[in-house]
């Protein structure tokens, strides 16, 4: 089945600076790439996703880049906010399948 | 908010006994998944009900079992409770369709064995 590892597990950065959390995964059938922003007491929440037919998608501050060919995927935050703080976390899936398999989180802290 | 409500909150079992916990999905959505989620870890995946059918099951023993009801509500049922089942629950909706496959959690319910 697919493994998915991401890295780092704790990522701590001064308010305004950018955070880039990286993520590989296994299966080369794997074209299903969300990512999840989980807050203190609270369910994990989609904030962005990218399929396989494209290569990097933004929304504001926010940027999710593929590289098929290495199976690795990567979330980047720009001019990062206190509010930002929370753990984050990569999934993949095959297509189809609508199981994604997570990572094991990554702990962002913003300092103000 | 996602629409997706978990009862209950909080729950405290000791080891043995049974659980079932609840989960109401989002408007419209066909797919409940259940999720569990160990202390700093990411969410394992339990199994996944479409249109009331078993739809795909993770690496959990059979004491782990599940229904999904015809509003597409779900519950999740843990029989002989283990020290290491305790862990976030975590339900999650989705309308599965295509290439649609965005999931919605709810805030879960965190189980404590003793």
């Known amino acids: 089945g697919e493994n998915v590892e991401q890295h780092p597990s704790t990522l701590s950065v001064q308010e305004g600076d950018s955070a880039v959390i990286k993520c590989t995964y296994s299966?080369?059938?794997?074209?299903?790439f969300p990512w999840y922003k989980q807050e203190l007491g609270k369910g994990p929440q989609l904030i962005i996703d990218?399929?396989?037919?494209?290569g990097e998608k933004k929304d504001q501050r926010i940027a999710v880049t593929l590289n098929k060919t290495a199976k690795h995927f990567s979330l980047h935050i720009t001019e990062t906010q206190p509010e930002d703080s929370a753990v984050y976390f990569c999934a993949a899936s095959a297509g189809g399948s609508y199981i994604p398999t997570f990572g094991r989180g990554t702990s962002l802290i913003v300092h103000p | 908010e996602t629409g997706v409500t978990q009862s209950p909150t909080h729950l405290i079992k000791t080891r043995g006994q049974q659980v079932t916990l609840r989960c109401s999905s989002q408007?419209?959505?066909?797919?409940v998944s259940w999720y569990q989620q160990a202390l700093g870890q990411g969410p394992q995946f339990i199994f996944q009900y479409y249109r009331e059918e078993e739809n795909g099951r993770g690496n959990f023993p059979p004491r782990f079992s599940g229904l999904q009801f015809p509003n597409y509500s779900s519950e999740l049922n843990v029989n002989a409770l283990e020290l290491d089942d305790s862990a976030l629950y975590l339900c999650?909706?989705?309308?599965?369709?295509?290439?649609?496959?965005?999931?919605?959690f709810g805030s879960g319910t965190q189980l404590s064995v003793l």
């Open positions: 299966d080369s059938a794997s074209n299903y």
């Open positions: 999650a909706s989705s309308f599965q369709e295509g290439t649609n496959e965005k999931l919605f």
């Open positions: 990218i399929r396989s037919n494209v």
């Open positions: 408007s419209g959505h066909n797919t």
